[in-house]
Nanobody, 126 residues
Framework: QVQLVESGGGSVQAGGSLRLSCAAS????????MGWFRQAPGKEREGVAR???????TYADSVKGRFTISKDNAKNNLYLQMNSLKPEDTAMYFC????????????????????WGQGTQVTVSS
């Protein structure tokens, strides 16, 4: 049974940092494309970052240079290091996974991901 459990959210001031974690079980992360998505109240869900391996990660333009996605396949965990946080980063953050299947991870839309966590809230105050 596939399960994804996020943690690490919280409230920080603008300019601060948070590190989100996603513990995966029921599958091997090394063969899965994984991603972080976020959804703010009243807004559509958006992709933040996706990764298959450390050399094949992609980012939304809004977070490039500030966020870093990584995967620890030995621990079956996914991470998102978020630095220089801005109030507009406030959202519920979700991790998601999809079997690699040969498709470039960066091209995967959120609807391509069948497995999702319950989310962790990130709130950035100005």
């Amino acid at each position: 049974q596939v399960q994804l459990v996020e943690s690490g959210g919280g409230s920080v001031q603008a300019g601060g940092s948070l590190r989100l974690s996603c513990a995966a079980s029921g599958f091997t992360t090394s063969s899965y494309c994984m991603g972080w998505f976020r959804q703010a109240p009243g807004k559509e869900r958006e992709g933040v970052a996706r990764i298959l391996s450390d050399t094949t990660s992609t980012y939304a333009d809004s977070v490039k240079g500030r966020f870093t996605i990584s995967k620890d396949n030995a621990k079956n965990n996914l991470y998102l290091q978020m630095n220089s946080l801005k109030p507009e980063d406030t959202a519920m953050y979700f991790c998601a996974a999809v079997p690699y299947g040969g498709t470039w991870c960066g091209a995967r839309r959120d609807t391509d991901f069948p497995y999702w966590g319950q989310g962790t809230q990130v709130t950035v105050s100005s």
